[in-house]
């Protein structure tokens, strides 16, 4: 497992941009796939976005194709979720997670060992 730390949150207007950082502690981190998850009060977790440990392929929820790009840094040990033109459905803790090596469905979050704490992001209307 590794350690996950979130930054990047906040509060922004319907239309805004947010960048969100997922830190990763470990040698192994680079050959993590990494997801990124959020989660209203009374919900399930929701898919968003995840990417293989090599970076070649992505993966995004049909709610947020076009707007979010998800990309990593594996010399710095950071997967990034760029969140463009947000609404105010997109108003939820999001969490990044990982699991190492190939993960078959990238959208379930079983396969995903280690979780950070979650970054809280508000879209106002």
């Known amino acids: 497992q590794v350690h996950l730390v979130e930054s990047g949150g906040g509060l922004v207007q319907a239309g805004g941009s947010l960048r969100l950082s997922c830190a990763g502690s470990?040698?192994?981190?680079?050959?993590?796939?990494v997801g990124w998850f959020r989660q209203t009060p009374g919900k399930e977790r929701e898919f968003v976005a995840a990417?293989?440990?090599?970076?070649?392929?992505?993966y995004y929820a049909d709610s947020v194709k076009g707007r979010f790009t998800i990309s990593r840094d594996n010399a710095k040990n950071t997967v990034f979720l760029q969140m463009n033109s947000l609404k105010p459905e997109d108003t939820a803790v999001h969490y990044c997670?990982?699991?190492?090596?190939?993960?078959?469905?990238?959208?379930?979050?079983?396969?995903?060992?280690?979780w950070g704490q979650g970054t809280q992001v508000t879209v106002s209307s």
């Open positions: 997670a990982a699991a190492f090596g190939v993960v078959a469905d990238p959208t379930n979050p079983n396969p995903y060992g280690s």
């Open positions: 470990g040698r192994t981190f680079s050959l993590h796939t």
């Open positions: 990417i293989a440990w090599t970076g070649a392929n992505t």
